[in-house]
């Protein structure tokens, strides 16, 4: 208890069982998998939409396609965020993960939101445009 006169405090080591860790790991991949299934249709039923509409204005066109990829980031962002922390070894690593998630999140964000403003900038512009 005391160390030359020290008293010490040990936090004990954070682990997850190998058995909930490889349970954990297979619902991952399996999530991984729907979530990838779910895009791909998810662009086909887009592409099927854009086919049948062939008059869609093409600034609609554009937010709609960067809505769904800010969705496919943002989702694929959070499950690599997931899948980081099952191997993470101790609460350390766990905060610092959560740290850099957030940090990424929050540009990604930003990012998207000035890409997304922009685009329905032009949208509006080019649906006042008299036509010619």
Do not use: C, W
Request: proline share 2%; net charge neutral.
């Amino acid at each position: 208890m005391s160390d030359n006169g020290r008293d010490h405090f040990e936090i004990p080591k954070f682990e997850i069982p190998k058995d909930m860790r490889s349970m954990a790991e297979a619902s991952f991949d399996q999530a991984r998998k729907a979530f990838e299934q779910f895009v791909t249709n998810a662009r086909d039923t887009a592409g099927k939409i854009e086919e049948r509409n062939a008059t869609m204005r093409a600034g609609a066109k554009d937010l709609s396609t960067k809505a769904l990829s800010y969705a496919e980031k943002n989702v694929q962002s959070s499950l690599d965020y997931a899948q980081s922390l099952l191997k993470a070894k101790d609460l350390t690593e766990v905060m610092r993960l959560h740290s850099e998630y957030v940090q990424g999140q929050m540009r990604s964000l930003a990012e998207q939101a000035s890409e997304m403003g922009q685009a329905v900038s032009r949208a509006a512009m080019d649906a006042v445009k008299p036509k010619s």
